[in-house]
Structure formats: structure tokens, C-alpha cells
């Protein structure tokens, strides 16, 4: 593994190094990539390190919750699984090192002239905070995976802790990398004077603080969660399928139901967080809202609708599976408050939010008291329902709020090209806007949550047979994956195509021959592309880091033992 | 099977409602298969609640099984986008061109090369001050406009559509409301739109060129009425007086005053000056 990694820096050194060169002549002419182009190289380099990224900084968070809540409930899977996790994560910072060092040489052979002028508007970032932050989070992570079985029993406070610094580590270089990133779609800008001159008169911190700059670091460090949860249950569903003994399955049967808890824990936020950076994405530029919702970017937002939607299900679904291996499940029941507020939730969420439109606070003094209603007011009424008429309707109302979520103003992928036969009548032209979108997504968090909390009670209240679950839950377990890959593509595509025929917004132009918006289709073909490399690597990285294991057998002396087990 | 036989009937009972439903209420063919196929989803939905257990796999046929299942999905997903409404690229890729202008990547420091878009700036403003001088000659290139609700006076002359260089100028002032994209917030002859910013078929009724102008290098220094709330918020784009030119701003204001009064049924917003 060692050789493999020193050959891929090395051939990446060759080819770059190479480039970077030809980067520090004045006027020298950029490289051109074959086959692909340059705009698709740097697309493919950049979203594999985004991938990559997202699962060293979201695993962390997910490891010292699992290695915290084991601790506390002296629960040893939670250990086990969060080392196991861990190794993994091991390989791929350094497959996301790899990538990063690649990601500038790909930029700076591509654009050279625009790179070398980021660089300079970032040096501080890129030179020293960024490649800092990233030795000192690996050598925190060597250390809290190598202290792992030393630092056990009465001294597991202080392996729990140091994950904590890792942490902390992880979370700052997100923020460091993501000032220059975000800075890209929304640079400083000040009133009656001109970007180049508001940039002049800009400090290292206006620039990383710019307008996009926090959002995008709650809707990263939510997604991450999410992205990490779904791929510890992909590596479940593997392990799964790979087991030799009911003991095995039965582990990793409960790994993909905690990775998967923990994921639609966070992915419940997400589009909340999603329309936060937007909305501020908005305010810097109008006109940036034009171009997602009605122009060129409009069908991307339809089929982020579609790719949301699938996963809402596919996560009820799993819970729909789970409930198969649970025994007294039918014994449980919820008051009938529940399934009636989840029907009534899509038309009062449209009407409370068209009537009072973000930021009006009234909205949410609507739609808090009917979420609520259930848990508050269901203790008074005496109907109850059983789980499976209450997951039926939820599944219902899932597939209703992401049917009005993905009714489009008009089938058009511009408003130029909108013809009369392909718009929504007058009267119903509400369907499209975006009170009735951000409706629809609280009625499918609302549906979702209440599945979740209903599964939590049908697991405290019946008795669960881990590893007894259906085979067709491990696909959800992977398609879960896939698609919040492929979302997390879809839409950071949107986020780089925003900035239009800009490298940085209304700052440096792109004089490039492909500088104009892709088709859906391509981008879509392309980010799949992108989806199945980076399965395929993750793939390598569980069979390398987690099946020797299962070859050699588990050793004990290697088992953690919680405090006051000894 | 009879269950999965009930739920496809109901399926087929729901999708062919809602597609009948949505006919007779108006919406176009596209929306009612629309609504049948997110019928059809509901019922595949509710068809693979009652799928039998499948028994966990193992070996090399559950590796054969997961790359099929990729497989589905990397068509899925890419066939399901492409199924689409897509944009087209070539719509934008001379639109693209025609904005950033002649000017081409030197310096990064510089990336609009300043001195020749300086070069052509003055070129076309000399142009416009030749063209506003020989409009001012003719005379009958000033057309009178009705002014409603107390409008504030027509100060500035119309060029005349017809003649060859004030053509040149419309049609300069034409081509940039296309190429900055002002339709998506404006209506202009019944077209664009969608009430994000006002109607702006009458404002040559209001404003100046120059006043037009000044609106668009500055959006806050003008008002219209009944935007109160775009307008704090600066919703209009404070980003044209750096991608514009000064000659093409006095185009597009000249192309829009030259309206004025045509289409008298269309109402535009009265502009309040601001600053």
C-alpha cells in the first residue's frame, strides 16, 4: 500500500510538477486535457477531494459520538465500530492529501494565470494555515488511532478527548479551505466602489469572512455527518454481506442501523442548511437566484427534488425493513394525532409560508405548534394507530410532498424557452414557487421524523434480533450511499456553475471556451462517473483496512475494554 | 399477488384521476402525465412494502448483485437527467462572449485589460455624442409621449428607430438587455418578467436617458413604486457598472426610453429618485 501511494505522488509530481512550471511563466499557455477538457478535469480532481474531504472531517465527528456513547453505555460495538471506522479514515486522509496536492497542480497546469492570482489573494491560507492544520490534524489522528487499545479502561476519557482535538483540528482546516472556496461565489463587494478596488482595500479576513463564508461551513459540517453516517452504513451493508457468522452479521447489522440513524439525524437538517446558503447566496446577488430557479440551473434544483425525495424514502424504507426483525412490533401504536398532522402538514406548511414568507417569524409560530401537536396535545386524545398504518401514511405523504416539491413552474429548462403548453395555469403558478418547495421539505422532514421516532419506540418497546434483517435492507444501505454522493456532486456543481462565466464572481472572468453551463445530462453522467470512483475506492479502502480481520479472526488482546469492565 | 393486484388498480385509479382532474382544471399534457407518473411512483412505493424477505447474501453472488445494482443506478441517474428539460450550452457560449467583450486573459491583475476597454469606452462615447447631436439636428426624432399620473417630463429626445446609427445605438441597447439578462426580472412587451422587478415598457414616460442610465449604474437611485421591499433589500443587481460599459449602459437606457408611450395599457411603476 505504502509503494502503491508513493507511486501515485510520484506520477502526480511528474505530470504537475510539470505544469506548475509552465504556471510561472508570464503568458505561457495553459495544458489541455485530453478527452475530458480542462473544465472537466479540474470538475473530476476537485469533486474527488471534496468526497474524499467530506469523509475525513464527517467520520471524525461520527467516531467520538460512537466512541463516547460506547464509553458511556459501556456498549462495546460502539468501540468497535468506531475504530473500524477509523482505520478506514486513515487511508483515505491520505488518498484526500493526494487529491488536495493533485486538485492545485490539475488547477494550476489548467488555469494557470487565475490560480497563481488565488494563490496570491490566499497565500497566508494556502502556504501555512491550510497544510498546517492538515499535519497537525494527521498527526492527531495517527496518534488517537494508535492510542486506541493503550489508552483504554480508565483512560479511554483521555482517547475520547483527544478525538475531540481531532476534531477540532478537522473543523478548523474546513473553515480555513472553505474562506477561499466560498470567496469564489461571493467575494467582498462594497457600495459606489469596484470589485477589484474592494478587494484592494480587503484584509485576509474580509476575504475567508465573505458573505457565503459561515453557511457554507453549518451546511458542510451537517453534511459531513450525514455523508460519513451513510458511508459507515455502506460499509456495514459490505461487511454484512461478507460475514462468516451470525455473530458478524448481527454486528454489522446494528452498524448500518447506527450509521444510518446518525446520517438521517443529520440529513434531516440538510435542506434547511442548503436553503440558509442559498438564501445568503441570494442576498449578495439576485440575480444568482434567477439562474438556479428559473434559468439555466432550474432543472438541476428538479432533479436535486428527485434525488431528495429517493432518499427520504429509501431512509423509511430501511426503517420499513427494519421493523421486520423486530418481535411485539405490532404491539406498538401512536396516538392518531400523528398520521392526521402528517396529512394536514403539506397544506398548512404552503399556506403559512406563502402568507408569511421568510424571515417573518410567523411562519414558524405556525408550523412549531402543529409539529408539536402530536407529542403535546396526543396524550389528551385516546385514539391510537398502529406503526405500520402510521408508516403507510407517512410513506404517503413522503411520495405527495416530493411530488408538489418537484412540480416545476414549467417544463423548460429556461423561462426564454417557456412556451404556454409547458407552464402551470395561472391559478395554480403557487406550485412553483418557493413557499410551497420549503413546505413540501418540512412536510417530508416532519413525515421522516415521525417514522424515526415510531422505529425507537418499536426497538424500546419489542425485542430486536440483530442480524436477522432483510437482505434487500443492505441495497437500501448502499443506495443510500450512492445517492447522497451523487447528491452532494449535483449540488456542489450548482454551487461552482453559479458563479457563471466567472472564476471568481464578477471578480476574474473565465475567457475559456468552456466557460458556459453544461447541460443536466452531462454534468449528471459526470458526477456519476465520479460517484462509482469514488465507490470503487472507498470499496478498496473496506476490503484492505477491515478484511484481513475477518480473515485472521478477531484477536482479543486487540478488543477495547470500556472503563470498569476490567 | 392479489394485494399487489389491488394496489396496481389503485394505482391506476389514483394516476388516471389525477391526469383527468388535472385536464379538466386546464394544466397543459406535460403536467398531467406528470401527475400520473407520480401516481405510478406511489404505487411501486407501496408495491415494495409488501415484497417478500429476501435472505442475506453472501459470496461472490452478492458481489455480483452489488455491481448490477451500481449499474442500475448509474443509468438511473444518468438517464433520469437526461430525460430532462436540458439547456443549451451554444445559447450561452455567444452570449458569454459578446459580454466579456474583446477583452482576453493578460494580466490575472487585470483581467479586463483596462486600457483597451478605456480605448473603447471613449470610442463609444464619442459615437454617442455624435448620434445625440445629429438627433438633436433632426428634430423629428423627438416623438411626444404621453406622461400618466403626473409623470415627470420627457427631457431627453428619442432617437429614431429608423435611422441607421440611432439603429446602431438600439440595437446595442437591445442586445445588452439580452445579454445581461434584465428579462429575467423585467417585463418588456409583454415578455420576461414575473414580477420581480416592475413592467418596464413605459419608463421613458418617467425617466431621462440619463436618469434610466443612472438607475442602472446605481440601482438604489431610483425607486419604483410598490418595490419598497426589493428595493432596501437590493434585489437589483449592483454589479452593472463594473461588466458595463459606459456607452453600452447609455444604449440599453436610450433602447428602453424609446418605448415610451407605445403600449399606454401597460402600467409601469412610478420611479422615485432616491439619491
Redesign the interface.
Known amino acids: 500500500m505504502r509503494h502503491l501511494v508513493t507511486f501515485v505522488a510520484f506520477l502526480a509530481l511528474c505530470v504537475t510538477g510539470a505544469a506548475s512550471v509552465y504556471a510561472q511563466t508570464p503568458?505561457s499557455p495553459s495544458v489541455e486535457f485530453p478527452y475530458t477538457g480542462n473544465r472537466a478535469a479540474v470538475w473530476i480532481v476537485a469533486q474527488f477531494h471534496t468526497l474524499l474531504g467530506a469523509f475525513i472531517l464527517g467520520a471524525p465527528i461520527f467516531v467520538v459520538m460512537a466512541e463516547w456513547l460506547g464509553y458511556r453505555k459501556q456498549d462495546l460495538r460502539y468501540d468497535r465500530m468506531a475504530k473500524e471506522v477509523t482505520k478506514i479514515t486513515v487511508i483515505l486522509f491520505s488518498l484526500t492529501a493526494l487529491t488536495g496536492g493533485l486538485f492545485i497542480f490539475v488547477l494550476l497546469a489548467t488555469y494557470p494565470?487565475?490560480t497563481?492570482?488565488f494563490i496570491n489573494q490566499f497565500y497566508l491560507v494556502f502556504a501555512v494555515i491550510y497544510p498546517l492544520m492538515f499535519i497537525l490534524g494527521t498527526m492527531a489522528l495517527y496518534a488517537y488511532f494508535y492510542t486506541w487499545d493503550a489508552w483504554k479502561g480508565e483512560k479511554k476519557g483521555r482517547h475520547i478527548a483527544l478525538g475531540v482535538l481531532l476534531n477540532l483540528l478537522c473543523l478548523a482546516t474546513m473553515f480555513a479551505i472553505n474562506g477561499p472556496t466560498s470567496f469564489m461565489n461571493t467575494p467582498v463587494?462594497e457600495?459606489?466602489i469596484?470589485?477589484m478596488e474592494a478587494l484592494a482595500a480587503a484584509t485576509l479576513w474580509d476575504k475567508i469572512a465573505n458573505a457565503s463564508w459561515m453557511p457554507m461551513n453549518i451546511h458542510r459540517i451537517d453534511g459531513n455527518i450525514a455523508f460519513g453516517g451513510f458511508v459507515v452504513g455502506l460499509i456495514a451493508a459490505?461487511m454484512?454481506?461478507?460475514?462468516k457468522n451470525q455473530e458478524e452479521?448481527a454486528y454489522y447489522d446494528w452498524m448500518g442501523f447506527a450509521g444510518n440513524l446518525i446520517a438521517v439525524g443529520a440529513m434531516l437538517l440538510q435542506p434547511f442548511t442548503g436553503l440558509l446558503l442559498a438564501y445568503q447566496m441570494c442576498?449578495y446577488?439576485?440575480?444568482f437566484c434567477?439562474y438556479m430557479m428559473?434559468?439555466?440551473l432550474s432543472?438541476f434544483f428538479?432533479?436535486q427534488g428527485?434525488?431528495v425525495g429517493l432518499m427520504f424514502?429509501g431512509c423509511n424504507?430501511y426503517v420499513?425493513l427494519s421493523l421486520?426483525r423486530i418481535q411485539g412490533v405490532e404491539q406498538v401504536r401512536m396516538t392518531v394525532l400523528a398520521p392526521i398532522v402528517m396529512v394536514l402538514f403539506p397544506p398548512v406548511a404552503i399556506w403559512g409560508l406563502t402568507t408569511y414568507w421568510i424571515p417573518e417569524p410567523m411562519s414558524l409560530a405556525i408550523l412549531i405548534p402543529l409539529a408539536l401537536a402530536p407529542f403535546i396535545l396526543g396524550r389528551f386524545i385516546p385514539g391510537t394507530v398502529s406503526v405500520h398504518t402510521v408508516m403507510?401514511i407517512g410513506?404517503?405523504m413522503v411520495?405527495?410532498s416530493d411530488?408538489i416539491w418537484?412540480?416545476p413552474n414549467g417544463?423548460?429548462?429556461?423561462?426564454?424557452r417557456m412556451l404556454?403548453?409547458?407552464?402551470?395555469?395561472e391559478s395554480?403558478d403557487f406550485l412553483g414557487k418557493m413557499p410551497t418547495k420549503l413546505g413540501a421539505i418540512f412536510s417530508l422532514v416532519f413525515a421522516t421524523t415521525i417514522n424515526y421516532i415510531l422505529y425507537g419506540k418499536a426497538i424500546r418497546q419489542g425485542t430486536i434480533a440483530w442480524g436477522k434483517?432483510?437482505?434487500?435492507s443492505?441495497?437500501v444501505l448502499?443506495?443510500l450511499a450512492?445517492?447522497s454522493i451523487?447528491a452532494m456532486g449535483l449540488m456542489g456543481a450548482v454551487r461552482s456553475l453559479l458563479r457563471?462565466?466567472f472564476h471568481t464572481y464578477?471578480?476574474?472572468?473565465d475567457?475559456t471556451a468552456e466557460?458556459?453551463?453544461?447541460?443536466?445530462?452531462y454534468?449528471?453522467?459526470l458526477?456519476?462517473g465520479i460517484?462509482?470512483v469514488f465507490?470503487i475506492v472507498v470499496s478498496v479502502a473496506v476490503f484492505v483496512a477491515l478484511r484481513p480481520v475477518e480473515l485472521k479472526g478477531r484477536e482479543p488482546e486487540g478488543s477495547p475494554v470500556p472503563a470498569g469492565t476490567k | 399477488m392479489g394485494k399487489a393486484m389491488f394496489k396496481l388498480v389503485i394505482g391506476l385509479v389514483v394516476g388516471g384521476g389525477l391526469w383527468f382532474t388535472a385536464k379538466a382544471?386546464?394544466?397543459?399534457?406535460?403536467?398531467q402525465w406528470?401527475?400520473f407518473s407520480?401516481a405510478a411512483?406511489?404505487t411501486v412505493?407501496?408495491l415494495?412494502?409488501d415484497?417478500p424477505?429476501?435472505?442475506?447474501?453472501?459470496g461472490w453472488g452478492?458481489?455480483l448483485?452489488?455491481l448490477l445494482?451500481?449499474g442500475l443506478?448509474?443509468v438511473g441517474?444518468?438517464a433520469?437527467?437526461?430525460l430532462?428539460?436540458?439547456?443549451?450550452?451554444e445559447?450561452?457560449?455567444g452570449k458569454?462572449a459578446k459580454?466579456?467583450g474583446s477583452?482576453?486573459?493578460?494580466?490575472?491583475?487585470d483581467?479586463?485589460k483596462a486600457d483597451e476597454v478605456i480605448q473603447r469606452t471613449k470610442e463609444l462615447d464619442e459615437k454617442v455624442k455624435e448620434l445625440e447631436a445629429r438627433i438633436k439636428a433632426l428634430g423629428s426624432g423627438s416623438a411626444p409621449v404621453a406622461q400618466p399620473g403626473g409623470a415627470a417630463p420627457v427631457t431627453a429626445s428619442v432617437p429614431a428607430p429608423g435611422g441607421a446609427s440611432g439603429g446602431d445605438l438600439l440595437k446595442v441597447g437591445e442586445e445588452q438587455w439580452q445579454l445581461q439578462?434584465c428579462?429575467?426580472?423585467h417585463k418588456l412587451r409583454g415578455d420576461?418578467g414575473?414580477k420581480?422587478g416592475p413592467e418596464l415598457d413605459n419608463i421613458g414616460t418617467y425617466l431621462t436617458i440619463e436618469e434610466i442610465k443612472q438607475k442602472i449604474f446605481?440601482p438604489?437611485s431610483f425607486m419604483a413604486e410598490g418595490f419598497e421591499k426589493e428595493w432596501e433589500?437590493?434585489?437589483?443587481?449592483?454589479?452593472f457598472?463594473?461588466?458595463m460599459s459606459d456607452s453600452e449602459m447609455i444604449a440599453l437606457a436610450t433602447w428602453l426610453h424609446s418605448f415610451a408611450g407605445k403600449n399606454p395599457s401597460v402600467i409601469t411603476p412610478k420611479p422615485i429618485k432616491k439619491k
Not at chain 1, 466557460?515 to 445530462?521: A, N, Q, V, Y
Not at chain 2, 477583452?103 to 491583475?109: C, D, I, Q, R, V
Request: hydrophobic share 45%.
Open positions: 503568458g494565470q487565475f497563481t492570482w463587494k457600495e459606489g469596484s470589485p459490505y454484512h454481506m461478507g460475514a452479521r442576498d446577488d439576485f440575480s434567477q428559473v434559468e439555466q432543472m428538479e432533479m428527485a434525488v424514502l424504507y420499513w421486520r403507510k410513506f404517503l411520495v405527495v411530488a418537484l412540480t417544463f423548460a429548462a429556461t423561462e426564454a404556454d403548453d409547458l407552464k402551470l395555469p395554480w434483517i432483510d437482505g434487500i443492505q441495497f448502499i443506495f450512492f445517492t451523487w457563471k462565466f464578477n471578480l476574474i472572468p475567457f466557460s458556459f453551463t453544461p447541460t443536466l445530462s454534468s449528471a453522467w458526477i456519476t460517484t462509482v465507490f | 382544471m386546464g394544466f397543459p399534457p406535460v403536467y406528470a401527475f407520480y411512483v406511489g412505493v407501496f415494495l412494502l415484497i424477505s429476501m435472505k442475506p447474501q453472501s452478492a458481489a448483485s452489488v445494482f451500481f443506478l448509474c441517474y444518468g433520469g437527467a437526461s430532462l428539460p436540458q439547456f443549451d450550452p445559447d450561452e457560449k458569454n459580454v466579456l477583452a482576453k486573459s493578460g494580466n490575472p491583475l483581467p479586463w439578462e428579462y429575467n426580472c420576461g414575473k420581480r446605481d438604489k433589500k437590493g434585489r437589483m443587481p449592483d454589479k457598472k463594473d461588466v
